[in-house]
């Protein structure tokens, strides 16, 4: 069963070392989030798994890494300091601030009975900072609110020294910056956040042909890596969700305790952001076909995630409570490649016999998988405390070791125990966790 209140990985989060409030001991930073021991890594492998598909496994796309800070000509060119804004309303009776298309009643002390909202203004969520070394006198500069825009200002140095050509695409991992009116979902919508996108670069007639291919792609992802087909969907967004640059755009989302919610955007964005910046900087952003002696402006297929709602659908998913030996437990089903640790290493017992052994063992496994070692409190703790942080294999080291030189590995979703030789160990984990 996954789970059905936020509340419940919001708790497991922080008892367990995945997501703690930003800057707690002062009083918090809302809507900021520090990402603890467990939730670095699974934030991590997130991103791994996501650059592993788009790119590892494609010789069609290659992975750069821009700046963040951007001059204004990049982002004027772009549209999103003209059209980069959303609708701000003012309650006259509570005196917050609000997205006027997303107000909702538990965002008002007053429940909306009684509030008097003023006229929508525009809101531009460009943040925006200086560059120099003396107060006043730097230049101005924005933080960006998308990766995009490094992949689009970089097309003609990748299409030079990776020999790519369309299709083809652009892919990259990495923080961007957004002044939302209304931060909130725990780590759903925040203002600093990592996103994973990919420009996919077409001739202009094979278009409709990838964005096509792309929400399907990418709504595979999602279920391969153990999301349930019934708690995600496509949707196409309509005529006035439109963005400026986009022809057409889906959404992938996911069935989230408050409703449906975006982990994803694929966007047709035509040939607006490569005409937009050759325009602006005079440059060619082209590409010529020598096998059709034609020459044109690409169009654009952009799959564009979010690292940190994509995880927190993951853990709401991947979240169950069941009985063990009369015992209730709450386990994490993550997938293997998104679990934080792979294997934990469990001596039976911290006496100083076991512990020598169990250190070489988790030494070659760690050289391979990224594990936990702990011979803290009874062994039926130890592995009601690896169910709950998602580890899908404990490999416990008994006094039996000593003799037969075999370990019992024990599965998390089943809780089967397997005995096996510990010169066979590395392969039946590689086996059981499939990489």
């Known amino acids: 069963m996954p789970a059905k209140d936020l509340d419940q990985i919001v708790n497991l989060c922080k008892r367990r070392g995945f997501v703690y409030p930003s800057a707690e001991i002062y009083g918090g930073f809302r809507s900021s989030y520090d990402y603890g ?6 934030l991590r492998n997130v991103k791994e798994s996501w650059i592993r598909t788009m790119v590892q496994q494609r010789d069609d796309t290659v992975l750069i890494d821009a700046a963040i800070l951007g001059p204004p000509q990049v982002f004027e060119a772009s549209g999103h300091l003209a059209n980069f804004s959303d609708p701000l309303v003012d309650c006259t009776v509570c005196n917050r601030r609000f997205r006027e298309d997303h107000i909702e009643e538990r965002d008002c002390p007053q429940g909306k009975k009684g509030c008097e909202f003023t006229e929508s203004r525009a809101f531009n969520l460009m943040f925006k900072t200086t560059a120099g070394p003396v107060e006043g006198s730097g230049a101005d500069v924005y933080m960006r609110p998308e990766t995009a825009q490094g992949m689009f200002v970089n097309f003609a140095n990748v299409l030079q020294t990776s020999r790519k050509r369309p299709p083809f695409g652009i892919a990259q991992v990495g923080k961007s910056f957004r002044n939302e009116i209304t931060p909130g979902n725990f780590i759903f919508r925040t203002r600093e956040f990592e996103q994973m996108e990919m420009e996919f670069f077409v001739p202009p007639a094979e278009g409709p042909k990838w964005y096509e291919y792309w929400c399907q792609a990418r709504l595979d992802w999602y279920v391969e890596l153990g999301i349930p087909r019934e708690m995600l969907r496509i949707r196409p967004h309509d005529a006035d969700e439109l963005s400026h640059y986009s022809a057409g755009t889906s959404d992938v989302e996911f069935m989230f305790p408050w409703g449906w919610g975006e982990l994803e955007g694929i966007a047709q964005r035509t040939d607006f952001d490569l005409t937009q910046h050759a325009n602006a900087s ?12 034609e020459r044109y402006i690409p ?19 991947a979240y169950d409570e069941d009985v063990v030996n009369e015992e209730a437990r709450t386990v994490l089903r993550l997938h293997p490649r998104l679990a934080p640790y792979k294997v934990a290493v469990l001596p039976l017992s911290k006496k100083d016999t076991l512990s020598p052994l169990a250190r070489e063992i988790y030494g070659k496994l760690s050289q391979r998988y990224m594990c936990d070692y702990d011979e803290t409190q ?19 080291v008994d006094f039996d070791s000593l003799e037969d030189n075999a370990v019992t590995i024990r599965h998390r979703d089943s809780t089967e125990q397997v005995r ?5 160990l590395l392969d039946n984990v590689s086996n059981i966790l499939g990489f």
């Open 378 to 396: 009874a062994i039926g703790r130890r592995y009601r405390r690896q169910d709950e942080i998602g580890t899908p294999l404990c490999v416990t």
């Open 37 to 42: 021991p467990l939730g670095s890594l699974m």
């Open 420 to 424: 096996v030789p510990i010169a066979e």
């Open 299 to 317: 169009y654009v297929i952009e799959p564009a995630a979010g690292a940190n709602r994509t995880m927190a659908a993951f853990l709401l998913a």
């Open 282 to 293: 005079g440059q060619k952003l082209d590409f010529f076909d020598q096998a059709t002696n």
